[in-house]
């Protein structure tokens, strides 16, 4: 049941502002909001006959809505895949990194655990369910991204082979792994990363989908006549593209070569599904291929690449940090899942004795400003890569990702540099 809101709630009025609106940055308007919601001013004028009761200054800093990382495994020395600590330890963790992330504009995440035993999923996934967030208690949790157990051995990354495995069995063996959370859908998982050609893995993508789970393909080995089969089932993202997966080739491009497609399926409903560009098989409606993730710390992926996979799909891009428990920490040795991993003094992380990188220790707006320094592309588009695309991804575009009238107030104030001047939460503004 929604909470009842408080029509005599305090009204904010944000003025000398750009901001991100219908895909430009405007200036001369003004942003209202009210019980941490975005709100039209007319009613307030013609029928509650009040004006704001408070002007918020933005002295020409763009005002945008607040990023969301859709794939972290932890900060702060924090790693959500521990669980031999008690749940009060575990939540208290969980608190850190979501106000930590608050300085760098993240206003919502969907906390990532990498493959694990079902014991860890049963302890973890019910402290990692979706909840608001606020100022003073982070930010909001969109759900858990569980990438793995159900990934390629050959594309294993940092994850522990010893518990990959396929779905021979379909969804049953779905709920074996992951516990009685995954029966409540998108109400617990956000998010799930799977290889579509292990065996029974793509048959079991409608059953994820009608949970209300996205489902995104990652971790694979991979032909592109598997991936394209694994969106036709209702697949619509790619966990950090061109890493744990294929390399391209010209003759079959693998899970890299979706973005590619031309022929398949357009989607009868835009929900869950990039906006048309130039480049969408259809112009004026919702392009069928997938979204997909980027790190762009410089490390994983070099620049060019990057850039490539900008161009053939622009409107698919969605930012990720894959920041693992080193974020905000310095060089040293930590943990991901239970493994040690080395992180370096550029900030690069690998399985600690090998070259494997196990993630990253980049924070979101250094995501935004590496994008638009990659891609030459413009300052909306390199926001809305960090906004408005993972919001659409998760099928939350109508509360998050935008500043459009009913969306949740979640602010960031940048300067010309996309540098975080100051974050509000659900209309609170954040102590820096």
Not at 94 to 115: E, H, N
Not at 142 to 168: C, M, R, T
Not at 201 to 212: E, F, K, N, Q, S
Not at 375 to 404: F, S, Y
């Amino acid at each position: 049941m929604s909470p009842v809101k408080d029509s005599s709630a305090p009204i904010y009025k944000i003025v000398n502002a750009k901001l991100l609106l219908n895909h430009e940055l405007v200036e001369g308007s003004y942003l209202w909001f009210q019980n941490g919601k975005i709100i039209h001013p007319q009613n307030l004028f013609f029928d509650l006959h009040r004006e704001a009761d408070e002007i918020i200054d933005a002295k020409g800093m763009l005002v945008v809505p607040g990023f969301i990382d859709t794939q972290i495994n932890g900060a702060y020395g924090i790693d959500f895949a521990d669980y031999e600590e008690t749940d009060e330890k575990l939540s208290k963790d969980i608190d850190t990194v979501a106000k930590g992330l608050l300085k760098y504009g993240c206003t919502a995440f969907c906390p990532t655990v990498v493959s694990s035993e079902p014991a860890v999923y049963s302890k973890v996934l019910p402290l990692l369910r979706p909840r608001k967030g606020t100022a003073d208690g982070g930010a909001e949790i969109l759900g858990a991204h569980v990438e793995g157990p159900f990934i390629s051995p050959e594309k294993k990354g940092a994850h522990k082979i010893s518990v990959l495995q396929d779905a021979k069995n379909g969804i049953e063996d779905f709920d074996k792994a992951y516990g009685p959370e995954l029966k409540k859908g998108k109400d617990a998982v956000s998010i799930m990363t799977l290889a579509p050609e292990l065996p029974g893995v793509t048959d079991a993508i409608p059953d994820l989908v009608a949970r209300g789970i996205t489902v995104a393909l990652g971790h694979s080995a991979c032909q592109i006549a598997d991936a394209e089969k694994a969106v036709n089932q209702g697949a619509n993202s790619i966990t950090h593209l061109f890493n744990a997966m294929q390399t391209f080739h010209h003759r079959d491009p693998g899970l890299v070569g979706v973005l590619g497609a031309h022929d398949l399926p357009i989607p009868s409903k835009s929900k869950g599904h990039p906006l048309p560009s130039n480049t969408s098989p259809c112009r004026t409606k919702a392009d069928p291929r997938p979204f997909y993730g980027l790190i762009c710390d410089g490390v994983h992926v070099h620049p060019n690449s990057i850039r490539i996979a900008y161009y053939s799909h622009p409107r698919g891009a969605v930012l990720v940090t894959d920041a693992l428990s080193a974020m905000g920490l310095p060089a040293g040795t930590y943990s991901l899942g239970g493994r040690d991993v080395a992180v370096d003094h550029n900030g690069a992380a690998y399985i600690k004795g090998t070259n494997t990188l196990a993630g990253s220790t980049l924070t979101m707006d250094a995501c935004v400003r590496n994008f638009q320094c990659f891609t030459n592309c413009t300052t909306v588009e390199a926001l809305e890569a960090a906004t408005l695309h993972p919001a659409q991804m998760l099928g939350i575009a109508d509360r998050k990702g935008t500043l459009n009238v009913g969306g949740d107030a979640d602010l960031v104030f940048l300067d010309e540099d996309l540098k975080v001047k100051r974050v509000f939460v659900a209309g609170e503004e954040v102590k820096l």
